[in-house]
């Protein structure tokens, strides 16, 4: 037998089984579950008004101040923030971020 007998016989042979794999059934597709949806932005039950805290702009930032502006705008979450402070950019509507001059005065308070 020659080699190109040969190649012949075996492309016959792998066109046999490529033809046998077409006929084969697909698989029922009902069958596999589909994997649960996830909610990528799930609301949160608590959100931040910074509307309600917006007074304290100015004045000098402590600890006591901290607590009563997370609970005067609702926040769940304080994040202080003084010049140079590098912050990640995603946004979360339950965090009060207080925004301070170098002198630890409040410059800003937003939502975020």
Known sequence: MTTTQRH???LGSALAVMLLAGCSSAPNESA??????VD????????????????AIGAP???????????QSGAR?????RPGTAATM???DDRLNIHLESNDMI?????G
């Open 8 to 10: 012949i016989k075996g």
């Open 32 to 37: 596999v579950p589909k994997p649960p949806t």
């Open 40 to 55: 990528q932005t799930a609301p949160t039950s608590q959100t931040c008004d910074a509307s309600a805290v917006q007074y």
């Open 61 to 71: 930032f402590d600890e006591a101040n901290l607590a009563t502006l997370e609970e």
């Open 77 to 81: 979450q304080v994040r202080v923030l």
């Open 90 to 92: 995603d946004f979360r």
């Open 107 to 111: 410059e800003a308070l937003r939502c």
